[in-house]
């Protein structure tokens, strides 16, 4: 699968973005898709998790502020963030894992929250 993010940006804290990735080359709701982020000098790690059967995973720093969805019928998981933090800025990233644990990565879309 591939997998295409966007709607990163530059945005003030306590503003919104919406972010969205979508699939391409295979069967889309057959995947469980996820969302990560790095920041620099920092690891990877899991900001939200939704999977093909719409089980919701959110990481600690996305709880109550972040909405993870998914539409099958256009191919596409979208990450909804609210009340936005400094610490929020990063590099998202769109993730996709198959029913035999094969993982796909998107190529990041940058999100800079300024104080």
């Known amino acids: 699968v591939q997998l295409q993010a966007s709607g990163g940006g530059a945005v003030q804290a306590g503003g919104s973005l919406r972010l969205s990735c979508a699939a391409s080359?295979?069967?889309?709701?057959?995947?469980?898709m996820g969302w990560f982020r790095q920041a620099p000098g920092k690891q990877r790690e899991l900001v939200a998790g939704i999977t093909s059967g719409g089980r919701i995973k959110y990481g600690d720093s996305a709880k109550g502020r972040f909405t993870i969805s998914r539409d099958n019928a256009k191919n596409t998981v979208y990450l909804q963030m609210n009340s936005l933090k400094p610490e929020d800025t990063a590099v998202y990233y769109c993730?996709?894992?198959?029913?035999?644990?094969?993982?796909?990565w998107g190529q990041g879309t940058l999100v800079t929250v300024s104080s």
């Open positions: 080359g295979s069967i889309f709701s057959l995947y469980d």
């Open positions: 993730n996709a894992v198959d029913a035999i644990n094969r993982s796909s």
